[in-house]
């Protein structure tokens, strides 16, 4: 066994989904590392610091329980606890599908034609972050840090459990502009309940922005811009970008792997193309995964040339599966996959697009940015984009082009990417056909502009900076205490 030095005793975790899934199988509980974006930031800090993350495993029990296991994870070399939160059916119907990803998530997106905004979503996440809350607070701990439009009230549900508690929040998606946010029936509870934190944070100074004007469309605060600073109801509320990074040196470790490199020359060789195109997205209607299929087919019109000897791998991976419009998205990309390549495929060369529909586990997933030429990262609308700073980091050999939507939040700090527009196929055509033909110093010049802006923000630096902002407050530097 381990044990918890003073450090690790401070903090505990709180999302909707953590780093594992668990399930029953034979009387034992089997646990299953989840892959995405918030897991892999968020596990390091665990890892070196311990504690407990609280968190939703995947189980719906309608026994009444509202937690189950509580785990010391990973299994085998522990270094934290987890401690399994339950939903019943009618939460995960109505919280997880309702008000997380029929509300928030296409609001926060500013797709609002996709919002449903049922009374029974916003009763069943008023429940279920109470619950969290609830949970979190037997942790006892100094220091919480919660994650994600998932659990927006929870912060001040734990500053009412106790006025003393230091409360970082983390919130991972877009920040829309208030006249899309105050759309939500629920806006300004939503708001109030993030505004319970300490330290609120997000990828881009432009969602910090959208924050400070939808909390002035609520409240009589005193907002500090400069300072990133909200003053309300005598509290003091910081408000930053702090935008994720990645574990560059397990990156650039896999990229000079034998192993990994020898898988990459065999994707090239099996997709039999010229030039290679990579999309790699989680299926959702945000990524912009059909207009990117459409682009690709307005490329081939235009650029004739290129027919047969340009692909473009989507690899598409499974996600929210039993959300209606998820599988009608994926109905739409499979239909227009064989759509373009009948119309496109003359030449028994290339095909135009292959298609992918699973996860890949990090080894795979740098053989792919390996095989390609040109990564396309074309988001309708993005909170940040990791798959863009892991693909720049991987090519430790100073070729291939990043084409990135100025819509996702990366393009705040990725500067030497290629902009385009998703919306628009015949520019993002050319851009295409300007990345296949960028010259290689050009596109070395441009990598290395990305990998030093991403190595300077790698994920230590992002929990890091969270914290250390959060232990200034503990230790009563704070400019969140009451004054
Ligand atoms: C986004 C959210 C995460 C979420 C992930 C996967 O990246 O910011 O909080 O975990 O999508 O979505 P899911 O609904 O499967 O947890």
New binding site residues.
Partial sequence: MYSYGRSSAQLAVV???GAYTIQESYDRLVTRRTV???ASAVEPVLHAQGGTWISWCGRIDNSGKDRGAKLSIPPGEPRYHLQEVFLSTEEHDNY?HGF??ACLWPLCHQMTERCSFEKAYWDAYRRVNQKFARITMETRKEIYWV????LALVPQLLRNMSGSATIAFFW??PFPPPDIFQILPWGRQVIYGLLGSDLIAFHTARYVQNFFDTVACYYPARIYPEQGLIRLHNRRILVQAIPVGINCHRFEQLAADPAVRARAEEIRRSLGAEKILLGID?MDYTKGIPERIRAMAYFLEKYPEYCGRVTLLQIAVP??NGIGEYGVLKQEVERLVGEINGRYDRTYGAVPVRYRYQSLDQAELVAHYLAADVLLVTALRD?LNLVAKEFAISRIDGKGVLVLSPFAGAAEELHGALLANPFEPAHLAAKIKMALEMPPQEQKNRLESLRRTIKNRDVRWWWQSNLKLVKSLVSGLSPASTS
């Fill in positions: 999302s909707n989904r995405g974006g918030l997880y997380c990803n994650h994600d439009f998932h991972h998606i989680r996600s929210r909170g």
